[in-house]
């Protein structure tokens, strides 16, 4: 056991609360000392090449274990008994992810699991040996959200408990031998968003209650034994989005029209059943497909002419059916088609030239002996007698031309209607709207006073150096805004107040908050009273964010949200820093001042409140509370000199620390000439992974969660064996974490002349954001 550098290491982290123990084993087994570490809460021992014993009895004492991650291995025998010590795990009754896929473990998952934590949201062992049916006791398990078993040997009939794991997101049974019915209880998941059971072989028919799954976005019943007919509720899933499939099977009867009502499904394939009857003309209505595979049935009559919308099509194959009628001129319209399969229908005369058709290797229509024409190098007959096709090119011309001007027209509209749009929005950005203008310098004191239930304590949502914030609706027009009252300490506060917000309302940036109105007024005791009303910010400060209370229920900001973040402060204090007439100095940049909004863009709230206080106050000199807050104030501060932008620069820097190790500035550890800003340097850049904040390790390592980490082009969606599971680019989040530490380091170096400006600060952000993303996203889906 050697302490090491992460770097020379796969992805091995041992962590200790409040300490970190980082073990670097390349291969081998687990050291039996793990035992000792009864604080351990989160072990990833991914991608190790580990060999031996799966570790469970080592771990049983491990009370706080959180997660224990052993993906991509080789434990185990294969054979029965690998899994026996599992039961060891109900000690564990913190955790809430256990990981084992792709190793070489045998046997039976034992009924113990039963008895695992109620805790556990995460439970993968695909890409194993296991044997034997699946537990019932899987159903005590009620908290899981994932449950990944795919690629075994596992049989028997899928117990109806199953039904009881409502929480559940991602159901992974594919690739194993479940036999017996489907059970209707699947239809309770309605959180399940992908549901994988192809490559087993379920028998009976698809259970209509799958249909009360309203969140799927995919589902792989393929290549298994049903039979029976495709229940209108399922195929009429709208929420489905990234793949249907129900390919091989004996399904019969036809295709429901309800198909329509997936007007975002990327691809649909029920190939290589018995379905009959005519290809539905609802179809059309899924003008997001991208591949669509009807091959290997019964249909027959012709191909509907609604499927022109069909135009994102890359993939179409239709081949081995009844299908009659001509081939329909549209198909050679479609740009991105790049696959067509005809053959072995009943198609007739000329095939059209163009598109797909003038690409011999794109296209398929063997065993279609009615057909003539298209290029050469199909090898069809030429068309004898034009009959087919000249009733239809006398038409032609009518309605082309027409058709073609008014199709030019809407364009022309839609390209006008879009460009006014977006000249609106893009001036929406950094200009007031007029709402906002109308409702201006109107607001009074009793106003304000109806709107927040006479400032009431349960109005009160956040008091800071400048002041006391309270929520509140404005009776004109009802908006729901957040209204700050001032903390005055001095009488006779300048005049010029309302002259002064109005100037810096006239400061717009989408990541500033905005400030709608203002108020100056005398109060109820007859004392000043100064307020500014501001958007209110659905998900309130990031501080909580960051810092969540002891058994809060808050869920933890991931990587890319933290990064989005940072980049939002960071160009609202660039606006302010360069872009304002004269540079503003924000002077408390502190977590509680940054706000996030309904989709967690970040708004940098009490900008400029510094200056206007300042100018208003008679006294000279700045205050503490004026100089921004504990952890947050510049060294060079303290030494009497003037607020800068480099003062903010170091802010940034220290908020940077705090959002990426999780730990105040004000934390108990720094004290005795420790701050954040040395703690990281000294962790700097070897240990970086030993002081980023726990729960962002914690969520980075289980993607699971993550849709939006899918997209729904086809191309990038997972294979099946679901490598996705669990696993991340441990290298490439490290480079990530150290770069940003590096820019906060920077920016909080002690020496002002030493800091780096916030454009370049801009920069550097995107550019690792950009970095780490096309990392992840290889990672991801190459297979
Ligand atoms: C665990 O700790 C005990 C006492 O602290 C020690 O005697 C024992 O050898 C340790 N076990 C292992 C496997 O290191
Ligand atoms: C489970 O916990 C109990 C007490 O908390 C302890 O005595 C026992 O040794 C633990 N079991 C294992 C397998 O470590
Ligand atoms: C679960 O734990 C209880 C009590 O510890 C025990 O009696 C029971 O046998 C366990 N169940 C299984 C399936 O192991
Ligand atoms: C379906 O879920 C409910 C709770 O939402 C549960 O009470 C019921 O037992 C479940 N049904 C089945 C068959 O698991
Ligand atoms: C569905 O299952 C089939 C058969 O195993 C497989 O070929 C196909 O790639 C799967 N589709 C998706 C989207 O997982
Ligand atoms: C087209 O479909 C036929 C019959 O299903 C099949 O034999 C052939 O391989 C397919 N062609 C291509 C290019 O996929
Ligand atoms: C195909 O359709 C034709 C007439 O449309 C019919 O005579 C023939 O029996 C059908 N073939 C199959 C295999 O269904
Ligand atoms: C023709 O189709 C094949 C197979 O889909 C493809 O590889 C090739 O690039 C296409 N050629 C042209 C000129 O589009």
Redesign the pocket.
Known sequence: MMEHSLAHCRWILLQFIPGFIVLCISSGSIPASLSNASRLRLLDFAENGLTGKFPAENLGSLERLVRVNFDDNSLGSGKAGDLDSLSFLANCTNLEVLSFSRNSLGGKLPESIANFSTQLRIFTMGGNLIHGSLPTGIGNLVNLTNLGMEQNFIGGSLPDVIGKLYKLQGLYLNLNRFSGPIPTSLGNLTLVTRLFMEGNRFKGSIPPSLGNCKNLLILNLSSNNLDGIIPKEVIGLSSLSISLSMSQNSLTGSLPDEVGASVNLAELDISGNNLSGEIPITLGSCNSLVSLHLEGN?F?GEIPQSLEKLRGLEEMDISQN?L?GQIPEFLGKFGALKHLNLSQN?FEGELPREGIFLNASGVSILGNDKLCGGIPELLLPACSSRKPHSSRGLLAPKVIIPLTCAIAVIIALSCLVTAHSMMKKSKGRLVTSSSYKDSYASVSYSELVESTNGFSVDNLIGSGSFGSVYKGVLGTNGMVVAVKVLNLQQHGASKSFIDECKALRSIRHRNLLKIITACSSVDNKGNDFKSLVFNFMKNGSLDPWLHPREGSQTQRLSLIQRLNIAIDVASALDYLHDDCETSIVHCDLKSSNVLLDEDMVAHVGDFGLASLLLEASTNQTMSAGLKGSIGYIPPEYGMGCQASILGDIYSYGILLLEMFTGRRPTDDMFKDGLSIHQFTAMAFPDRVMDIVDTSLLLIETDEVNDDVKYSNDIKERPKAGHKDIGQVNARGLEECLVSVMQVGLLCSAISPKERILMNVVVNKMNAIRDSYLKLTKKTKFVT
């Open positions: 019964e027959k009844n009659s009943d």
